[in-house]
């Protein structure tokens, strides 16, 4: 039999931010699933659905949260006899399941195991839409556009997409990195107005302006919003 698996985007952190659509699906899911690093601790998008849902069972999957490889082989086959089964699997994750997710990867395992269950995805609100509403930030106006870029692996794709003025750059998974950051802004004449958001709706909430975070790292759940330069 094959199974349908729907990717479930909880949001940043705040329960509130679960969408109607969100709820409708994990209620009428077969089983809701939720990758953690250890068996004996809820991860932070299981935390989030507990909080808006607490009647709904929650079925963990050990995630090697370490790696960066595309191919989650160990993890997607603890889905595998599930879907076997033909159940509906509801697979929540922060943000939104599109972006950034760990999901596309358990899908693309799934099909590596010779798995193609029906696939769907429910969209999530992003941590820098939060972040925007928060923290006051307009993001876009008239023809300005906007770049999501992370730095992961330091600030090259900052400096790329800080090129184009009017553009609204947005960074990802950079924590380690807010102090270069903060400096290569305040190189490009951009650090005003730059603002950072750090565990936003979990323990250890902050929404700062990024010159007054630029000291120290920050978590891996860290995004900061860069307006253009152009001001408004």
Known sequence: MTGKLTGVGVGPGDPELLTLQAVRVLREADRVVAPTGSQD???RAETIVRHALP?????????DMSTRHLRRLAEA???VPWLDAGEHLAFVTLGDPNIYSTFSAVVEALHALGRRPQVKTVAGIMAFQELAARSGTVLLDGTESLSLVTALDGTDHVVDALRQPDRTVVVYKGGRHVPAIADLLETCDRLEG?????LLGLPGERILPLREAAEEPASYLAAVIVPPASGR
């Open 41 to 43: 601790s809820a991860g």
């Open 55 to 63: 009647d709904v069972e929650i079925d963990r999957v050990p995630f």
């Open 77 to 79: 086959r603890h889905l």
């Open 194 to 198: 730059a603002v950072l958001g750090e």
